[in-house]
């Protein structure tokens, strides 16, 4: 089945909304489609995984990547990062889950995934 990574990296307010809500939108047709959706969170935008702000695109953010996990949808993020900023617990806490980013961008080669980026 042909896969589709949304891949988000910027943490500027459309970045984030943008691609927590394609990948939602591709999550609601990804049966029908017969394609298979992971998001991969990297760079500012996981750090925006754990801002406390209370800045609401934000905080919708947060919300919309916990949506995708709790809806079955593969969400992962840089272990090196995670290790290095102290959200390993947080983050896996949540269902997301960490590899190293290197790892996870071959295999995207390797399966011959579309990844699109915000």
Known sequence: MPKTVIFIFHDDDASLNAG??????????????????EVFCFGPAQGALSDETDNPVRIE????????VAAGVPVGACLNAATANGSVDELTGR???????????ARYGLEGASVVSF
């Not at 269902?95 to 961008?105: E, T, Y």
């Open 20 to 37: 927590s809500h394609v990948a939602e939108r591709i999550r609601q047709v990804a049966q029908e489609q017969k394609v298979e959706l």
């Open 61 to 68: 953010y947060r919300e919309q990547i916990d949506a995708l």
């Open 95 to 105: 269902g997301i889950a960490l590899q190293f980013a290197r790892d996870a961008f």
